[in-house]
């Protein structure tokens, strides 16, 4: 799935290229990032070298919330060149902290991209109330600052909207579509610029019951540990038809699983 991310920072650097760059970094001494449910930190580090790359005189300050400890650790690892402020919180705690402490911090952008199924900030997948998370992190936005979202489709949206009971029945409790994202949007009255990817998957290898790289895509795709022992035969073969046939193409005898996403971009 790394054409996910490589997409995504893509899509990343147009914007910085499209973007007048007076405008994003107009005036400042330095810029302020929010990194919200970062893992490990691997694109976050891609997305912070693109940013300093385009404005190099300007220093860069990135706060990163992520829940585990353990990715916040392996982050420590690979963050060099900006400044780093840690914050080892879910999302609904960073809320409640920022807003006990009352001055609140305010960013430039605010992003965050997980490979695979987790997108759209992350962590909205966990939450109950998808307008005031996006209301939240959006009031955390500096004049000019942007709020950076990425949300699934294509294949995405088929297998998690007809398994929506059995695939939620675990760590992740909602799938929020790119169309509920933007329907929240305009209900919030916020402007956005909504950009679409369609890139592909091999996943030839989810339909071959001994093969570990499938199993392990079959983990990535449904956020659950032991695919084979999550559902019942008749579940696991529903799904496996569907991806095979309804959220996939075959080409020479692979099958590529439409791995669609909608790059967003919301305005202050």
């Known amino acids: 799935m790394a054409a996910d991310e490589g997409s995504f920072v893509e899509s990343f650097r147009v914007f910085l290229e499209l973007s007048d760059k007076r405008r994003i970094g107009a005036d400042k001494s330095s810029l302020s990032v929010l990194g919200v449910g970062s893992g490990g930190g691997e694109l976050d580090i891609q997305m912070l070298s693109l940013l300093q790359s385009t404005l190099p005189a300007v220093p860069i300050t990135a706060d990163i919330m992520e829940g585990s400890s353990k990715l916040t650790d392996n982050f420590k690892v690979i963050a060099v060149q900006c400044t780093f402020d840690w914050h080892t919180l879910n999302s609904e705690d960073y809320a409640k902290q920022v807003i006990a402490k009352g001055d609140v911090k305010k960013f430039d952008f605010i992003f965050r991209y997980e490979k695979g199924l987790f997108a759209v900030l ?19 936005l500096k004049p000019n600052g942007r709020l950076i979202c990425s949300c699934k489709k294509g294949g995405w949206d088929t297998l998690w909207k007809a398994y929506e009971k059995e695939l939620h029945d675990g760590p992740v409790t909602h799938f929020y579509s790119s169309a509920e994202v933007v329907a929240c949007l305009k ?82």
């Open 122 to 140: 992350k962590v909205l997948y966990y939450v109950d109330d998808l307008e005031r998370t996006i209301k939240f992190y959006h009031s955390l």
């Open 187 to 268: 209900n919030l009255g916020l402007k956005y610029e909504q950009h679409t990817f369609f890139p592909s998957c091999d996943i030839t290898e989810c339909f071959n019951p001994s093969s570990g790289t499938g199993k392990q895509l079959l983990y990535f795709m449904t956020s659950q540990e032991d695919f084979y022992q999550s559902f019942t035969p008749e579940i696991r073969a529903g799904m496996l038809d569907l991806l095979r046939n309804k959220c996939s193409t075959e080409k020479d005898g692979r099958v590529f699983f439409n791995d669609g996403f909608s790059c967003i971009l919301v305005d202050p």
